[in-house]
């Protein structure tokens, strides 16, 4: 079972975390399953961009990105070339290091 760590984040995991999740999670799935509540406002459905991280380690190993999720990620702030929306990127059989961007471009946040 891949092992996810995630970097400190002020909001949402101010010391950082390590959970692990089976392969076949989305790594949105696997944060909010561990009571990390990132923000996504589209319900994982890659309407939006709430749920964007940078994969630091392990970006390979994730499942290949599709053409909508490369296109919603180009609104994205902090894009950077290791990018990924959390609710499409699927972990496979490694670990992974991801960063919650410090902004996202939600405009109203949801409680979900």
């Known amino acids: 079972m ?22 076949g999670t989305s790594i949105c799935e696997a944060l909010l399953d561990n009571g990390i509540a990132i923000e996504h406002a589209c319900d994982q459905v890659c309407a939006c961009t709430t749920c964007h991280v940078v994969v630091r380690e392990g970006f390979a190993s994730l499942s290949e990105m599709e053409e909508g999720e490369e296109d919603m ?13 959390s609710c499409q990127a699927i972990l496979g059989q490694k670990d992974v290091l991801v960063e ?7 405009h109203a946040k949801e409680k979900h």
């Open 73 to 85: 990620l180009d609104r994205a702030w902090g894009l950077e070339p290791n990018s990924r929306l």
């Open 100 to 106: 919650i961007p410090k902004y996202s471009i939600n």
């Open 2 to 23: 891949p092992i996810i760590k995630i970097l400190p984040h002020a909001e949402y995991c101010p010391d950082g975390a390590e959970l692990k999740a089976p392969a």
